[in-house]
């Protein structure tokens, strides 16, 4: 009996390591000739919420979804990348335009958010519509005011592409292009994106000092600011209502769209300050297109209405001397090197 119990247990322990073997020999398999790239993840930032763990990064991935990214077939006019709306020059927002302009001289209900540092993000879009980065990246591809396609029509044009063909069946193991491997080489390109080193980064790693102007208005911000936008992401990503009062024509209600709660009117995700001296314009439906203007809005435009965040009940107040150091100390949050960055560059 202590034998035939013996060889039982030998013969379970047996298949459990077989198993295990498998199923590396498997998540070897989806690597195999593939260069696998770090998350990078800047000294001081937390934990990001994305770790590729559902989609490994990889050179080869990250390369065709930078291809992809800048791919106009990905629209129905060909001629409308995902670039097109979020430009590097603008820290991957939209240059200097209050919404987007989408397919067909179309243009969208929302000034195009920017996009790095999505790693960190628990929520897309500025009503947190997705969870997922691959969901939040298929929206444009598919919406009908931004790029217009869909799937089969970008994947019967693209697979004309020997190159592409290749590509997909290095990075992904399929013959075949699969909608998923589209979203998924995306991800890998957008949700690697890192801005990490403005001048800021450089004070707080001991590597630069402020102006003094500029330390007024690191003193300014903390006092005034850091309650929605705390370092070192300098958003919280939660849905505020600032007192926007609502455009007639837009008739955007943000968060309310998604929830459907009367409790979410106006709400919009706090966006990063990170670039925003570079990505105008600003607030969700770009009516600003300055830095200036929107420090002004907290100090004297901010509307009351029964959704209005607390901590705007009262004005900021702000003398145009300080306003003007709070504005020094933004600007030193434009990663320069970040913008000129080759990695991120329209392939050649």
Known sequence: MRNSLLTILVLLISIVSLTHLLGACRKE???????????????????????????PLTREGFELGRRLFYEPRLSIDNLTPCSSCHQQIAGFGTFEHDRSHGVNNSHTLRNAPVLFNLAWNNSF?????????TDAVAQPINGHLEMGESFEGVIDKIEKDQTYREDFKKVFGSPFIRPEHI?????????????????????MKGQESFTSQEQNGYNLYKANCASCHPEPLFTDQRFRNIGLPVDPLLNDFGRMRITGLKQDSL??????????????????????????????????????????????????????AQALDLFRFLRTLTDSSFLQDNRYNRPQ
């Open 29 to 55: 398999q989806k690597i195999k000739g593939l260069t696998r790239l770090q998350q990078e993840i800047p000294t001081g930032f937390p934990a990001p919420a994305y770790t590729f763990s559902d989609n």
């Open 125 to 133: 879009h500025w009503d947190g519509e997705f969870n997922k980065l």
């Open 183 to 203: 979203l998924k080489a995306l991800s890998q390109f957008s949700g690697y994106i890192v801005s990490a080193n403005s001048k800021y980064d450089k004070v």
């Open 267 to 320: 709400k919009f995700k706090v966006p990063t300050l990170r670039n925003s001296y570079i990505s105008s314009n600003y607030m969700h439906d770009g009516r600003f297109n300055t830095l200036s203007q929107c420090i002004n809005h907290y100090r004297s435009g901010v509307q009351t209405s029964t959704t209005l965040d607390p901590l705007l009940s009262s004005p900021i107040n702000l003398s145009d």
